[in-house]
């Protein structure tokens, strides 16, 4: 096994290694050569969703949600400063069901704002409803022992 976290790249879908001494510098996709941890929210598709889910080594939690849905969009601000706070340690993305209902259906989402937890291609835990930054800090950091800013 090759050395360093695989981490998949939001932009390209190219699965990348990181030693972990290096997640704090900024990794760039081998690739694409776009930044793999950005403590912002990434957007997935399909491709990216399924890579990054199924086998990333650094926790990755996603938000499945659908530009109607209000309680979704109120809480992408939250959201935001989540993937702020828990950057390098964990990656928080979003994925658009209206644009990949089929994804949505596959991971058994009945209603959104819905947030898995993934980490090593299995899913840790699942928290349904819109939630304040904290609590999703809490609660990747209640399954996962990352630290946050
Ligand atoms: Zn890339």
């Known amino acids: 096994m090759a050395d360093g976290l695989r981490l998949t790249c939001t932009t390209c879908g190219q699965a990348n290694r990181v030693p972990a001494s290096r997640l704090t510098d900024s990794p760039k996709c081998g690739s694409c050569g776009d930044p793999l941890i ?16 199924r086998g990333d080594d650094l926790p990755l939690l996603v938000d499945y949600w659908a530009p109607w849905c209000g309680p979704c969009r109120a809480m992408a601000p939250e959201f935001s400063r989540a993937a702020q706070a828990l950057a390098p340690h964990a990656r928080l993305a979003k994925l658009n069901t209206e644009d990949f209902p089929a994804i949505s259906q596959r991971a058994g989402i009945r209603g959104i704002p819905a947030l898995i937890l993934y980490h090593r291609g299995k899913e840790i835990a699942r928290l349904a409803g819109a939630r304040p930054a904290a609590e999703i800090v809490a609660f990747v950091q209640s399954k996962i022992p990352v630290s946050a800013r």
Not at 38 to 53: M, Q
Request: negative net charge; charged residues 30%.
């Open 38 to 53: 950005t403590g912002k929210v990434a957007e997935l598709d399909a491709t990216s969703h399924d890579k990054a889910t």
